[in-house]
């Protein structure tokens, strides 16, 4: 079984490799869970609207690559949370951008499983407009 920090390396290279089943299959089907992204309208509350978030972002996105500038991931019993920093660097619906990308988020063990409960991200620092 695959440990939390295993578990969040494994999102991120799914994410880069646009990989939308994997992603799915990550979170947690859950009324609880949320993601949290970057755009102003980018929230998802309850898992029945996961499937559409991740095969669109997968489906928006070209030449992504994530550089980890930090990761740190905590496990207590059955949850886990973690915090990181990240260069992304990606074509954006057709875009070239590059920034630093700050994340955390919640995990739960599920059947020796780990599942993400909650993801929020926010950027940092654009390193294309300094």
Known sequence: MPNAHDT?????????????????????????????????????????????????????????????IKLDVQERD????FYTQQIWKLKWQGTPEEFVMRMTGVLEKIDDSWKFAQIHASIGVSITEG
């Open 8 to 68: 969040v390396t494994s999102y991120f290279n799914a994410l880069v490799a646009k990989d939308a089943e994997t992603l799915i299959e990550m979170m947690l089907p859950a009324t609880h869970y949320v993601k949290i992204g970057t755009d102003a309208d980018e929230v998802v509350e309850d898992s029945a609207r996961i499937a559409k978030y991740y095969r669109n972002h997968v489906a928006s996105t070209e030449d992504f690559s994530i550089k980890f």
């Open 78 to 81: 059955d949850v886990a949370w």
